[in-house]
């Protein structure tokens, strides 16, 4: 088990498609903790296998988040998919650990059900309100290639680009 590094956007390989995930043996599970561990040292709420360079279709929400005990494991969403989300919208302020330090605010629906897989490959369903809908739509927006900068103009871009250089060159430093 390990924390890994985090791939720091603009990184190519957010952008790749994700694989759904056929093999839900050993190599599945170190997946998960590594995820668990690189979440956790983080302070993150929801980490995408994208995000520490993996491309298999998977995603863990924070356990209280989700719903459950404080000292549940997180949730491992394994090959999910978006079946529904409401008319209803909010809007907040999202950070995202592949864009340390940088906040947008993005509108999304108020809430979302998606269906995915555990670790076992048993298929369950999770509806989510709120921050926990906002959760889910994010680390699901991963799988298909889509980041925060997708919600801002170019010249917001550029300048997100821009300050998370000068965070990269100052931890060189």
Known sequence: ?????????????????????????PSLRQLY???V?????ERGLGIAALQIGDPRRMFLVEPEL??????DPPV????????WTSE?????????????DIYIQVERPMKARVKAQDLDGNWFEVEGEALMARCLLHEYDHLTGKLLVDFV???KRQMIKRKLQKNADRAEV
């Open 1 to 25: 088990m390990a924390v890994r590094d985090m791939v720091i956007w603009p990184d190519p390989r957010l952008r790749q498609p994700s694989e759904a995930v056929t093999d839900f043996g």
């Open 33 to 35: 903790q590594d995820l």
């Open 37 to 41: 561990d690189t979440m956790y040292a």
């Open 66 to 71: 989700a719903g459950r005990a404080k000292d």
């Open 76 to 83: 491992a969403f394994v090959n999910p998919e978006v079946v």
């Open 88 to 100: 209803e919208q909010q809007k907040s302020d999202e950070g995202c650990l592949s864009f340390p």
């Open 153 to 155: 103009g170019p010249l």
